[in-house]
């Protein structure tokens, strides 16, 4: 077993291909540990977090709960540097309506479905859902995770569902696809976002580069 000193963990609950977010991380993690885990113990024992998911909301959080890894996973949310992506974000709200499933709570909001009535680009041509491919992020504040990153960089993007939070003190990336949405949220040690930064090239390996530097 690695040494948690130092760990960097990816939590495994058994939904989506977690290799290319592991090989990522290590192509930016200058030696440092990484590893894909299920085991909560070593989630908590981590120094730094990353939470992905793919798939549908309600098997993601069936299967986070099945495998014992709710409390681990928010207690690293509530206390270390931690990183949502994809469906990882979307676990971090209250209530989805995907599957009309309840999320783990860590910040107030809700996960909503693209409306098809506006699902429509700027020349009127309509926009497939769901929203596949590159799209730029555009920061709505500073943060340490965006740095030498261009505001409005490109990111990718698998998604048929997005985030509506409460509190828009947490917004920290905007992306539009027919309406603009929330595409990244920011509150202390939590940074979390919708694209996926392991298949972003040069952008997205330079976010994950600012988050194992990251000292919130």
């Known amino acids: 077993m690695a040494s948690a000193s130092g760990l960097i963990v990816v939590v495994d ?6 290799r290319s977010v592991w090989q990522a991380l290590v192509r930016v993690a200058a030696g440092r ?7 909560p113990a ?20 069936r299967e986070l709960d099945a495998r014992g890894l709710r409390q681990a996973v928010v207690e ?5 540097p931690f990183l949502g992506i994809c469906i990882g974000l979307q676990m971090l709200f209250e209530h989805s309506e995907e599957g009309d499933v309840a999320g783990l709570g860590i910040f107030p909001g809700r996960v909503r ?11 009127g041509d309509k926009l497939k859902v769901p929203h596949m491919g590159w799209n730029e ?10 740095n030498d990153i261009d505001d409005g960089a490109r990111f990718y993007f698998v998604h048929s569902y997005y985030v509506d939070p409460v ?6 990336g905007t992306t539009d696809y027919g309406l603009p949405f929330t595409s990244v949220v920011a509150h202390d040690n939590i940074f979390a976002l919708q694209c996926h930064p392991e298949k972003s090239a040069k952008a997205g390996l330079a976010l994950l580069s600012n988050f194992i530097r990251w000292k919130p």
């Open 76 to 80: 690293a949310a509530r206390s270390k």
């Open 137 to 146: 992020v555009i920061h709505t504040r500073s943060h340490a995770l965006w």
């Open 13 to 18: 609950y058994g939904m989506g291909n977690l």
């Open 167 to 172: 509190d828009p003190a947490c917004i920290a």
């Open 113 to 123: 479905r693209f409306p098809a009535e506006k699902m429509l680009a700027p020349n």
């Open 33 to 39: 540990d990484v590893v894909v885990t299920p085991d």
């Open 42 to 61: 070593l989630v908590r024992a981590a120094e730094r977090v990353v939470f992905p998911g793919q798939g549908s909301m309600p098997d993601c959080m």
